[in-house]
């Protein structure tokens, strides 16, 4: 996309059949495309690419 989003974080939690609970957080973030590869696409706009770092765990660790 051409625009740059604000970066938001979510947390959910996953239940196993046993009942086990795992969490997990993840914060979405934008990072601007390479020249490299905007060379690939024939473009000179400033194009934005979305990334997401997750953290996921058996032990929780956040405040809902």
């Known amino acids: 996309h051409t625009e740059h989003q604000i970066p938001q974080t979510f947390?959910?939690?996953?239940?196993?059949?046993?009942g086990q609970r795992i969490y997990g957080t993840c914060l979405t973030f934008d990072e601007a495309v390479p020249d490299f590869v905007k060379s690939k696409i024939?473009?000179?706009?400033?194009?934005?690419?979305?990334?997401a770092l997750c953290i996921?765990?058996?032990?929780?660790?956040?405040?809902?």
């Open 42 to 51: 024939d473009t000179d706009k400033h194009i934005w690419t979305q990334k």
């Open 11 to 18: 947390s959910f939690i996953l239940t196993q059949e046993g």
């Open 56 to 64: 996921i765990s058996h032990h929780t660790f956040l405040e809902q």
